[in-house]
């Protein structure tokens, strides 16, 4: 690492290996990394590893953050090989082998590297309207999930101090975008919080009588499962109340205001909605996009690089790409194709120092599941195929399998219970914002450039 000032990092003749991201991905292959001969660097721009199937249970009130996410630092300190470096990746320099990164105080510092492997993810898309971002937030980070939860519980306490009409109505509707299995989780928690949680916690407004609206360019919700599976969810989210627009595009979104326009033609509707949420597209992160430009990998509209059949970037077997961000044989962009891609990378990395040749990337499809609402949830693996009770145990067990960290495991298992036993959102503790703007909490105002809090000069005191 170049100009960090103060740390000198040991030198060594060890290959040295760089993983951007510490997601599923990431984590994954710099575990195993970490058993290799090799010094690693995990850079991640939000130095915690977040488990993102449960941010839905973050934002609804029933997990807190600290449950669903674990310090990269912690979760790697028995790897004395490997370093957690909290930093966002910006550039890349392929001759030179260096990648820059920027601190949270945006200074810049770089990372040599002889290996390096992109995990970096992906974030939400709007399609190309960025701009709806700031009426309905999306669910990629652990800021979303607080965002979210801020939203959605301020709504019934703001519905609450409004007379009956028209705009105390807009804060009981709820809108969700996109029918995949972050929309139809969120849809099912929102109203199972208006039909238990909240139920009896109003003295104006019922919080049952909230409408929850999902709207879905799709003939139908959950469209990676099965039909059978998709049907038994359709029926499962109606009785709890969800009301399902199939086959429209969400075409506006405003602070007060959804649009939709039917797929097939005909006219637009509009719904007064003061919180809409955003499940429907996702696209690579931007430092994935300076990558490919770089290194002149061939993308999908996504941002999913072409890459080689072992993972690698065409022209460098150096540099990897794992995860979300690989375009190759339709891989899905699940958490199981990211741990699998990290340990195929870190395979590589082992097999190459051995002088053996290196394996193509096989991903094992082990199934997914869907969280539909209490004692309901989808579980499909091969011919095996779960709704209802059986299936909620199972995506229970798996998710708690997959969890990092016992201490997280544990609790989060507790809350469930709890949960469950008493129909109580624990975690609904939301922050109104503070007066230092949370973007840039790092960047105050030096005495030379913005003396903002400066004393007045006695010469400038009026008399
Ligand atoms: C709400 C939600 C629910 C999901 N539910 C499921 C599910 O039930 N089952 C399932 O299999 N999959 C699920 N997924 C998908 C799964 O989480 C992803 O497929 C998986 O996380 C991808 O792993 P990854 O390592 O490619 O990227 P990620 O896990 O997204 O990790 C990317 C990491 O890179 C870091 N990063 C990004 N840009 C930079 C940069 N420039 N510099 C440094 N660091 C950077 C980020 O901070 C992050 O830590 C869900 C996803 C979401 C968002």
């Known amino acids: 690492m170049r100009e960090a000032a103060g740390y000198a990092p040991a030198v060594s003749e060890r290959t040295k290996v760089l993983v951007i991201g510490g997601g599923f991905g990431g984590l994954f292959c710099a575990r195993r990394l970490g058993r290799l001969d090799v010094d690693v660097t995990l850079l991640d721009r939000a130095a915690c590893h977040v488990f993102q199937p449960l941010l839905y249970q973050c934002a609804t009130g029933t997990l807190s953050i600290g449950q669903i996410s674990r310090s990269l630092r912690e979760e790697l300190e028995q790897y004395r090989n490997v370093r957690a470096l909290l930093g966002e990746a910006v550039d890349l320099d392929p001759d030179e082998r260096v990648v820059t990164a920027r601190r949270p105080d945006e200074s810049m510092f770089t990372v040599d590297y002889d290996v390096l492997i992109l995990a970096a993810g992906m974030q939400q898309s709007y399609f190309g309207k960025p701009e709806f971002a700031q009426f309905a937030p999306g669910m990629k980070t652990l800021d979303d999930a607080l965002s979210i939860r801020r939203r959605l519980f301020c709504a019934f306490e703001i519905a609450e101090t409004l007379p009956p009409g028209p705009e105390r109505d807009s804060w009981l509707t709820f809108v969700v ?10 849809a099912g928690q929102i109203r199972e919080i208006t039909t238990r949680a909240l139920a009896n916690q109003f003295h104006s407004i019922e919080p049952t009588e909230a409408r929850v609206l999902l709207f879905d360019g799709g003939e139908r919700v959950l469209a990676g499962f099965s039909p059978r599976l998709a049907v038994k969810a359709t029926r499962t989210l109606e009785e709890l109340g969800v009301e399902l627009h199939m086959g429209v595009h969400v075409t506006d979104v405003l602070s ?34 300076r990558f490919a430009e770089v290194l ?18 065409p022209g460098h077997p150096e540099i990897f790409v794992i995860g979300d961000l690989v375009g190759r044989d339709r891989l899905p962009g699940v958490a199981e194709n990211a741990m699998q891609g990290g340990m195929h990378a870190a395979a590589c990395v082992r097999r190459d120092l051995e002088g053996k040749k290196r ?59 709890m949960t469950i036993a008493r129909a109580s959102r624990t975690d609904r503790t939301f922050l109104l914002g503070s007066p230092i703007p949370p973007e840039d909490p790092y960047t105050w105002p030096t005495e030379a450039s913005a003396p903002r809090h400066a004393m007045p000069k006695a010469e400038d005191v009026a008399s």
């Open 177 to 186: 975008a996109g029918g995949g299995p972050t929309g139809v989780e969120l």
């Open 359 to 417: 394996k193509p990337y096989r991903y094992r499809d082990l199934g997914s599941a869907a969280y539909i609402s209490r004692g309901h949830a989808l579980l499909e693996a091969g011919p095996i195929q779960l709704a209802g009770f059986l299936g909620w145990v199972g995506w229970g067990v798996i998710h708690i399998a997959f969890l990092t960290g016992v201490q997280n495991r544990v609790s989060t298992l507790a809350t469930w219970l």
């Open 256 to 289: 007060d205001k959804v649009t939709v326009s039917p797929k097939d033609g005909g006219p637009d509707e509009h719904y007064a909605a003061r919180t809409a949420l955003w499940t429907a597209g996702v696209e690579a992160v931007p430092f994935a996009r």
């Open 296 to 313: 002149d990998v061939e993308s999908d509209r996504a941002g999913r690089m072409a890459v080689e059949p072992d993972l690698s970037v």
